[in-house]
């Protein structure tokens, strides 16, 4: 008996063991799949917006954007699947307790399914609803949080001196308390079946001994209320899980529910081993025209708007200006002819392709420059070469580009020279250096065509010039495209288009 009961106890030992060893493996392998997963949804759902189009990006704030793109999804595989998979466990379990139950005692486990089902059903009516509306607040006011910091940073000058930035800080301070509320109720809530549970099986105890000892004798009372709190113990510890997993399977749908509504306006793209493209700054084949013919562009039904072009060529080894008021649609003929907008009707060939097909088979061919040159935190020469491997492009070029930007001066000025670090948003430059730094990095890979929209409002005359003609110079057969207001500027240009209201006149 005694060696019997040391080969059954080292068995027992052994089986437990290899139980908590696999568990715990399969659960690091569940976690690294569930985040793989995650990070490759993430990216697709990435690649499918930035190829979506301007008008549907503009439909997402940017803080919404990123709470979609990174947090959303977590929540849909780790918080939804991941808890599937431990329900799945769950209910596993629970249905082997009950047939087991149903063996030894089965009016027992009628009555023990029938009760705690109607406990865990209360439940859920009770926890479910109300944690699905608390995490739909909690998303919505995280990301208003975040919208009104970046608000406040980007208008940090206005706001001091208006005096008004008091009224940034009340605003915040009550989003963070509605937030907090919200978090500490959503932290709360999980607990509420653990109490319930806890009563339930109490109360569940004394009416079944009540019921027993009234129907039986005192010997079989003992053993049902045995069994009966044997299953229980088992039983309600499931039910506690399941519904913990039900709570966070609501919950992280209603927090990714900004996610799922990207998902069905924009969609992802497929998975695809397309790596970046290297750089490159000789574009064979690329003939830098652009014609346009019997276009028009609304943005929707209901707008006032729109752009009409009968015929409108430009043609390679020239500078041309478009001029116009404000809302008069130059933004908007710009767009079109990056690609990022389509036409209603007509088409638009550059280099005899649709933009997007020009831009796919001569990346870096076209260039674009805005008027607010986004700056990011980093070195001179990272900003230079935004979108490339700094090491990838020969140095005489960035140096060159440099030059002929007139940003020789910033460099000697800055600590570092090329390694010299930019602060957020360039605050530590001026506006006209921003500017500059957006031509540089255009030019870095010698564009064929090349549109400015606005980005020479912040230099003075003589710099101004000094940057047209080393464009020329440095990039020989570019047709330069230039979005301006300013006469001096326009006089330069060999044909000047004017918009008003959607209309195209050659000056």
Not at 205 to 233: P, W
Not at 368 to 395: A, H, K, R, W
């Amino acid at each position: 008996m005694q060696s019997q009961v040391s080969v059954l106890g080292a068995f027992a030992g052994a089986t437990l063991l290899l139980k908590t060893l696999a568990s715990s493996y399969l659960s690091y392998k569940v976690s690294l799949f569930l985040s793989l997963r995650s990070a490759r949804i993430s990216s697709n759902l990435i690649k499918g917006y930035f190829r979506s189009g301007i008008e549907q990006i503009n439909q997402y704030t940017t803080q919404k954007s990123i709470y979609a793109l990174t947090q959303g999804v977590s929540f849909i595989t780790l918080g939804v699947i991941g808890a599937c998979l431990s329900l799945f466990s769950e209910i596993s379990f629970l249905l082997i307790v009950i047939v087991t139950l149903l063996i030894v005692n089965p009016i027992l486990a009628l009555g023990t399914i029938i009760y705690f089902g109607s406990i865990a059903f209360l439940l859920y009516l009770i926890v479910q609803r109300k944690v699905d509306k608390l995490a739909r607040a909690e998303a919505v006011n995280s990301i208003k949080s975040q919208e009104m910091i970046a608000e406040a940073r980007g208008f940090y000058k206005e706001l001091v001196v208006k005096g008004r930035e008091q009224y940034y800080v009340v605003e915040l301070t009550k989003s963070r308390f509605t937030l907090s509320r919200t978090q500490a109720k959503l932290a709360f809530f999980p607990n509420i079946p653990k109490y319930f549970v806890e009563v339930a099986l109490v109360v569940g105890a004394i009416m079944l001994a009540a019921t027993t000892l009234f129907l039986y004798d005192a010997q079989k009372s003992v053993a049902t209320l045995a069994i009966f709190l044997v299953s229980a113990l088992r039983i309600a510890p499931a039910i506690l899980r399941m519904q913990s997993g039900f709570a966070s399977i609501r919950q992280n749908l209603a927090s990714s529910s900004i996610t799922l509504d990207m998902y069905k306006e924009i969609g992802s793209a497929k998975e695809s081993e397309e790596s970046p493209r290297p750089f490159r700054s000789v574009h064979s084949g690329f003939v830098p025209t652009i014609e346009i013919a019997n276009l028009k562009f609304y943005y929707s039904d209901e707008s006032d708007f729109e752009l009409s072009v009968r015929h409108l060529k430009f043609a390679e080894s020239k500078h041309f200006g478009i001029a116009g008021t404000s809302g008069s649609g130059k933004s908007t003929l710009i767009n079109l002819i990056l690609g990022v907008l389509n036409p209603k009707e007509g088409k638009i060939l550059v280099s005899s392709l649709e933009p997007k097909e020009a831009i796919h088979k001569w990346p870096g061919a076209i260039a674009y420059v805005p008027q607010d040159v986004f700056i990011s935190t980093g070195s001179i020469i990272e900003n230079v070469c935004l979108g490339f491997d700094p090491d990838s492009i020969p140095i005489d070029d960035i140096l060159r580009v440099i030059e002929v930007c007139q940003l020789s001066e910033l460099l000697s000025k800055i600590h570092g020279g090329l390694n010299g670090l930019l602060e957020e948003r360039g605050s530590n430059i001026s506006g006209g250096q921003r500017q500059r730094l957006g031509i540089a990095r255009a030019l870095i890979t010698r564009p064929k065509i090349l549109i400015l929209d606005e980005s020479t409002s912040a230099l003075d005359e003589e710099t101004k010039k000094k940057v047209i003609n080393g464009i020329f110079e440095y990039c020989p057969g570019v047709t330069l495209i230039s979005v301006s207001h300013d006469p001096s500027l326009l006089k330069t240009c060999h044909e000047v288009i004017r918009v008003h209201n959607g209309k195209i006149k050659l000056a």
